[in-house]
């Protein structure tokens, strides 16, 4: 049975947005996150940073992907889902806090977003970073806070003055430091592995977690095969996978998870809103037409030699350099 009314398929696509496909970036992610929890007696993990180096420093996970890969699904999913998180805010604590980096990103507007992922709103601009930084700890302190996720991190680095940069690293690793410690927890893009280079301490106090992107090989394709007639069972779909559907996907995609799925609920809301019972590289090839803005002869979904479709981001790469350059600026900073 088909869908054309436009509520029927908002809920639709609601369902299909509710759901998680778990990968090896959630297993690997709760397996370091696990490493970083004390436990009681019986091994029940608790909300409580591991203490290192003489019992005065946490330690942080950075995951590093590339837009569009899933890496904020996968953590927002795995960090509400945790066991012991979850039976310490029952208790009224907020054990984790969760940002994302504002723009522009500098000392005072990072510890302000912070303070307000506390649920603390009505501080002043006007005040200065050493206070709010000090009201951040006693806020962690205050919350039985256990982790900090700073989502966009890369951000924070490329964004500022060469002193406030070393500034923000410096207040990273206090964060991990001394009483009301947090374990920190930054995603970000592929700019965040650059940091590491800049601050030997900042390195050995995180564990990388990075992703492999989707490849054109018989297992990735039937993977996404299996994912889209999944979805077509809840849309009430059929699905057509000729023309080499799957490996279109994941070439448009450009290998990464998140965009793939994206594109796929596009693809669906594409056939019910033509009320459609069947789901075909047509609906794919329009989708991503959309999504990309680009001409039909340079649709993945629709021409002949898709596997030599250069889908190079040109402006990103520019901008990418040009903070490169400007983080180079900085040079190398000590611990």
Not at 295 to 322: G, M, P, S, T, Y
Request: proline content about 3%.
């Amino acid at each position: 049975m088909s869908i054309s009314n436009s509520s029927e398929v908002q809920k639709t696509l609601l369902r299909l947005r509710q759901i998680h496909l778990k990968t090896d970036r959630d297993i690997e992610l709760r397996k370091y996150l696990d490493r970083l929890l004390q436990r009681d007696s019986e091994g029940n993990l608790l909300p409580v940073p591991v203490r290192f180096t003489g019992n005065m420093e946490t330690r942080g996970i950075m995951m590093i992907e590339g837009s569009g890969g899933g890496k904020t699904t996968a953590l927002k999913k795995v960090l509400s889902e945790h066991p012991a998180f979850a039976r310490q805010a029952q208790s009224g604590s907020q054990p984790v806090v969760s940002i994302q980096v504002p723009s522009p990103a500098t000392m005072k507007s990072l510890g302000l977003a912070i303070l307000a992922g506390t649920g603390m709103h009505d501080l002043s601009e006007r005040s200065k970073a050493w206070d709010i930084w000090k009201l951040v700890k006693h806020r962690f302190g205050l919350l039985d806070t256990t982790a900090l996720w700073i989502d966009e991190a890369q951000d924070m680095f490329f964004s500022g003055k060469p002193s406030e940069i070393d500034n923000m690293l410096k207040t990273i690793k206090s964060l991990m430091q001394n009483e009301n410690a947090v374990i920190v927890i930054l995603s970000g893009t592929e700019r965040l592995s650059d940091v590491t280079a800049f601050d030997p301490q900042v390195n050995r106090r995180f564990v990388k977690i990075m992703p492999r992107d989707l490849v054109l090989g018989e297992d990735e394709v039937a993977v996404m095969e299996g994912i889209i007639r999944n979805y077509c069972k809840v849309a009430d779909l059929s699905f057509d996978p000729g023309g080499k559907l799957a490996g279109r996907l994941i070439h448009g995609s450009r290998g990464r998870f998140g965009r793939a799925l994206e594109t796929i609920l596009d693809a669906i809301e594409c056939a019910l809103n033509e009320a459609s019972s069947n789901l075909t590289r047509m609906h794919f090839a329009a989708a991503w037409e959309v999504q990309e803005g680009c001409a039909w002869k340079q649709n993945v979904f629709a021409i002949d030699d898709w596997r030599h479709l250069c889908l190079d981001e040109a402006a990103a790469d520019f901008e990418f350099e040009r903070k490169q350059r400007q983080f180079r600026k900085m040079g190398r900073t000590s611990a």
